[in-house]
């Protein structure tokens, strides 16, 4: 089943400017993931938020979560061609044995023009 | 780094053949995942494992089994592909929530 859902789900914008993607999720969660994947290749991971983090930032990378709202945002600012790829939010579950789940949505495909 | 290693990028096989996927890590993680991804659907989880010989059916399972010998290796297979299962399939392993992918298997079911 499907936990995250991302908006929107295609995104264009040119090099320079910021992309905005949002998720959103069913059930609570003790953290939200963010990976990328480039066309025809695995996912790669880029941020982890917990769930008492409001705020988190890595590099051009700036995500928040509205617990509340059962929502995340993930903002990449000064865009890069090398930033086309897919973005999916990840929420875990936990499976037993210590081991965790994640469910993905379906992905945002950002295209950046040069 | 982590590294996830699937034995192929891409794959064609005929309807009826025995297929086998294979993925190795090199982190002695745990956790390991066979996924399939179609456009318009997402990642979906076909089976995971939590430990050697231990795994457990995810959300889709059906036409497929997996094999977990060595903690480093995990296998996906098909039994007999089906024209149903032309899809891209990805591997993970994961100590803790972050999951590491391989670079993915694209299979053809000719």
């Known amino acids: 089943s499907q936990q995250g859902e991302e908006d929107p789900q295609a995104l264009s914008i040119q090099e320079g400017e910021n992309a905005t993607m949002n998720c959103s999720y069913k059930?609570?969660?003790?953290?939200l993931q963010w990976y990328r994947q480039n066309s025809g290749r695995g996912l790669v991971h880029l941020i982890l938020i917990r769930s008492n983090e409001r705020e988190k930032h890595s590099g051009r990378l700036r995500v928040t979560l509205d617990t509340s709202k059962k929502s995340s945002s993930l903002l990449i600012t000064a865009s890069r061609a090398a930033d086309t790829a897919s973005y999916f939010c990840?929420?875990?579950?936990?499976?037993?044995?210590?081991?965790?789940?994640?469910?993905f949505g379906k992905g945002t495909k950002l295209s950046v023009i040069p | 780094d982590v590294k996830v290693t699937q034995s192929s990028r891409y794959l064609v096989k005929r309807t009826g053949e025995k297929v086998f996927l294979e993925c190795v890590q090199d982190?002695?993680?745990?956790?390991m995942f066979w996924y399939r991804q179609d456009p318009g659907l997402g990642l979906r989880l076909i089976y995971f494992?939590?430990?050697?010989?231990?795994?457990e059916k995810g959300d889709i399972p059906e036409g497929y089994s997996v094999s977990r010998e060595k903690k480093e290796r995990f296998s996906l297979i098909l039994e007999s592909a089906s024209t149903n299962q032309t899809s891209m399939y990805l591997c993970?392993?994961?100590?803790?929530?972050?999951?590491?992918f391989g670079a993915g298997t694209r299979l053809s079911v000719l």
């Open positions: 990840a929420t875990p579950s936990y499976s037993g044995a210590g081991s965790y789940q994640l469910t």
């Open positions: 059930t609570s969660i003790n953290n």
């Open positions: 993970a392993s994961s100590l803790g929530n972050i999951q590491y």
């Open positions: 494992s939590y430990d050697v010989k231990m795994k």
């Open positions: 982190m002695d993680h745990e956790n």
